[in-house]
């Protein structure tokens, strides 16, 4: 899909995102982004999992947002471009 395994490609990367912190030092650190095995998840194992990781309150609000979104999204994601 995407690569920058190159040591010129890498310097770039460090150099491009350095301000931003977080997601882009995992990216850095990888050598590109490529597509994986789907998996659907269930409603309950979304929610166990946000519960587990960001506590029981802000599940309920991550579920809130994601029932309030999720007919925007399928609706935009019946023009995405296949791979």
């Known amino acids: 899909m995407l690569s920058w395994s190159s040591p010129a490609a890498q310097a770039l990367a460090r150099s491009t995102f350095a301000k931003w912190p977080g997601f882009h030092d995992d990216a850095i ?6 597509t994986g095995p789907t998996r659907e998840k269930s409603t309950e ?7 587990e990781c960001f506590g029981h309150d802000a599940a309920r609000l991550i579920r809130a947002c994601v029932d309030d979104c999720l007919a925007d999204y399928e609706f935009l994601r019946m023009f995405a471009v296949p791979p």
């Open 29 to 34: 650190a990888s050598t590109g982004l490529r």
């Open 45 to 51: 194992d979304e929610d166990r999992e946000w519960s």
